[in-house]
């Protein structure tokens, strides 16, 4: 199990179970109640079967996937992970703020996969507030990364004003 | 020039302090290297045939005489005693220890210098005309716009990792000296019917393997909507360009594989989303940047100088480097100087710790304090007095920095080559220098005029091979190195791609080939045309020709 940084801390106990691969139906019927990440095609062949199931569901979406394919559903799925296939990867960046911006997804969007301490940072910029970190990290060094600076110059999740309308802001006070 | 607040400086501590702390988990093995090498890089820091190398950003190629003397600093104690400058505007230093570099970082933000995004697949340091603010025939500005984008593109935390380097030209002269048409994204600035600043918008262009000319995504983007069309730019190429191969992730790959209608289709779309959020630019925050950049305290009512006048007549040299160095000045009384770099002996873009001084010196004498990098690896002087000409003109003669070179022959743009580079196939510098010394004859080079040569030791073009009027190419060849030469490039306004001329030529012969590129030239031109102009009235075969007819 990785460990879970949960809005800035430790989460003691994640009630999320993630299906990597899932073929069929049938896991739902065996841990009936349990919350499930679902992959994405899974998501998409499954859904009546999944609306149906009493536990809590969510989704995740690989890197070249995208929020459009589950753009009207967004608001019965609890959380969205997205995976960094490697931590180099960019493209779940992007995913994030979409969701959060374009579709104004108000659920847990968390990172999987290559989830560094030093991606961490930008990672919470672009709207994820879950990070299931990959097994060799160090809790408490990644907890650092959130410090690692006091503001950005652009727009972001966590601080929806450019720094310059904050600059101007200022000004006027 | 533009002035960092609290927040700039808070952000560049914290970046110092970030990198240092990532690089102390490198060395404890707590960070592997294919972690680190993206950390490194987007900190400016690359490993090369001898030593690191350090790339410091010189945003939009604007420098103060402060900076300069820091850079001559850090080239004497931490370097072999110079720098290079790079086409981006940058200067890099060959000869750092990994251990000195958080020590040279910190020094440099005492300037509000950094090496930031200046290496890596992020937004790089975005590049200007070197003339911007001065020349007499400016539709604008660009640099408040600049330090616009520079600071959107600094830490933007969606466009870290992406499929590969990105590279952001802003032009505001018809000239263009930014070779804005060759970058991943080129932004020309324009007036609207209305008289209101417009921005017309490229991207796809870049050179490298695969040398395309941008394609116009924005015809005409106002004012305010600047950063969010460059978003949506930004945003279609992450998550669509090519992270399967190296050699195709640039976005020019992408757009040329989508088409250029549907990726503007796709951009737009993704506009539409974004153009009035938050990153909608405000009146206040233009007349902010722009206020950077207002222009010095020139001295008003200044004609054309009679002391000027009389030292064109009276003394020959002076009239050659003046005709040849300095440029129109949208300033009466006014005028821009460069400082060729392009002394034979010396690696073009090279200059040592006493030539940083000594222009540091002169700037702050001479030109309020500034001095430019231009893209072509020369220093710019961008506000000089006309009746100070001559004086300048005498005091960089003591330090040999008087070389009436500017866009001729010799003029060249040179990258590291075989010598520093562990990408190089071939050298570039050595061959640079035997063009130099064979074209050695000012009254020859005079003669032949604006002329524009550019050398790659590798297809990585970072020697803007592709267009310049000549273009010569450091290929490997069984282990030997060869030279092919193209003709018919440019990166101005009318910008095009080289024409490759025929088979490579060993390292002896180049100046050979020249000579009868020059010939043939001199033969078929029109009474004042330029060796380009004459190239795209007669084609390439009467070149080829006589290359290869005297060849073999």
């Known amino acids: 199990m990785p460990i879970i940084i949960d809005q800035k801390a430790i989460l003691r106990q994640d009630r999320w179970t993630l299906l990597r691969e899932a073929s069929g139906p049938e896991v739902l019927r065996a841990a009936p109640g349990r919350s499930f990440i679902v992959p994405l095609d899974f998501y998409l062949r499954y859904r009546g079967l999944l609306d149906e199931y009493p536990g809590e569901k969510g989704v995740w979406l690989d890197s070249h996937e995208t929020p459009e394919a589950i753009a009207g559903d967004l608001a019965n799925l609890a959380i969205i992970a997205l995976n960094f296939p490697v931590f180099r990867d960019g493209r779940s960046f992007t995913n994030a703020r979409e969701l959060r911006e374009h579709y104004r997804y108000q659920g847990e969007i968390r990172a999987i996969g290559d989830v560094l301490r030093d991606q961490l940072f930008y990672m919470a910029r672009c709207g994820f507030d879950s990070f299931a970190l990959r097994h060799d990290q160090d809790p408490e060094t990644c907890l650092a990364a959130f410090r690692d600076f006091s503001t950005g110059y652009q727009a972001s999740i966590d601080e929806p004003a450019p720094l310059f309308r904050r600059r101007h802001d200022q000004r006027q006070a | ?552």
Request: a negative charge; charged letters at 25%; proline letters at 4%.
């Open chain 2, 1 to 552: 020039m533009y002035r960092y607040d609290e927040y700039d400086h808070a952000m560049l501590a914290e970046r110092v302090a970030q990198f240092q702390d990532q690089t102390r988990r490198y060395l404890d093995g707590k960070l592997s290297e294919a972690e680190f090498l993206p950390l490194r890089l987007q900190n400016g820091l690359y490993v090369q045939r001898l030593a690191p190398m350090l790339r410091v950003a010189v945003p939009y190629g604007l420098l103060s005489s402060a900076q300069l003397r820091k850079l001559a600093h850090i080239a004497r104690h931490y370097d072999k005693g110079y720098g290079h400058l790079t086409t981006r505007q940058n200067i890099q230093f060959n000869w750092p220890e990994l251990m000195d570099v958080p020590d040279i970082l910190a020094e440099l933000a005492e300037v509000e210098m950094h090496a930031i995004q200046t290496s890596g697949n992020c937004i790089r340091n975005v590049t200007t005309d070197h003339f911007a603010g001065a020349a007499a025939d400016e539709i604008e500005d660009a640099r408040p716009w600049c330090e616009i984008i520079r600071q959107w593109s600094s830490f933007h935390p969606e466009f870290a990792y992406l499929p590969r380097k990105f590279k952001i030209a802003v032009c505001g002269t018809p000239a263009d000296q930014a070779a804005t048409q060759v970058h991943d994204i080129g932004v020309y600035l324009l007036r609207g019917d209305d008289g209101e600043t417009r921005f017309r918008i490229l991207a796809g262009g870049g050179l490298g393997r695969t040398p395309v000319i941008g394609q116009v995504i924005f015809e005409q983007v106002e004012e305010p909507h600047l950063l969010s069309a460059l978003e949506a730019i930004m945003r279609v190429y992450n998550r669509e360009g090519r992270r399967d191969n190296k050699y195709k992730a640039r976005i020019k790959i992408l757009v040329r594989e989508t088409g250029a209608d549907r990726f503007r289709e796709k951009v737009r779309r993704e506009w539409e989303r974004i153009k009035d959020s938050a990153m909608k630019l405000t009146g206040a925050e233009i007349r902010r940047c722009q206020s950077f950049f207002s222009g010095p305290d020139y001295v008003q009512r200044l004609n054309g100088s009679d002391a000027l006048e009389e030292s064109l007549r009276n003394d020959a040299e002076f009239a050659l480097w003046h005709r040849r160095n300095v440029r129109a000045h949208k300033q009466p009384g006014y005028a821009i100087v460069t400082v060729s770099l392009k002394q034979t002996g010396l690696a073009p873009g090279d200059i040592n710790d006493r030539q940083l001084d000594f222009l540091a010196d002169l700037a702050e004498r001479y030109s309020f304090g500034e001095a430019r990098i231009s893209h072509k690896q020369n220093i710019i002087l961008a506000d000089v007095e006309q009746r100070r000409l001559h004086a300048l003109w005498r005091e960089l003669g003591a330090e040999s920095l008087e070389t009436p070179a500017l866009g001729l022959l010799t003029d060249i743009i040179c990258c590291p080559g075989g010598d520093f580079c562990a990408l190089a196939n071939a050298k570039s510098i050595p061959l640079a220098e035997e063009i130099q010394r064979d074209f050695r004859n000012s009254a020859e080079l005079e003669e032949i005029g604006d002329l524009s040569l550019n050398i790659s030791g590798c297809m990585n073009a970072c020697g803007h091979h592709h267009v310049g009027n000549i273009g010569i190419l450091g290929v490997d060849k069984k282990g030997e190195e060869f030279y092919q030469i193209s003709l018919g490039g440019s990166s101005a306004r009318q910008a095009s791609l080289g024409k490759i001329l025929g088979p490579a030529f060993a390292r002896e012969e180049v100046p050979g080939v020249l000579h009868i590129l020059v010939d043939v030239y001199k033969a078929q031109r029109d009474p004042g045309e330029a060796f380009l102009d004459t190239y795209r009235r007669i084609g390439h075969e009467p070149f080829k020709q006589s290359v290869y007819a005297d060849h073999h």
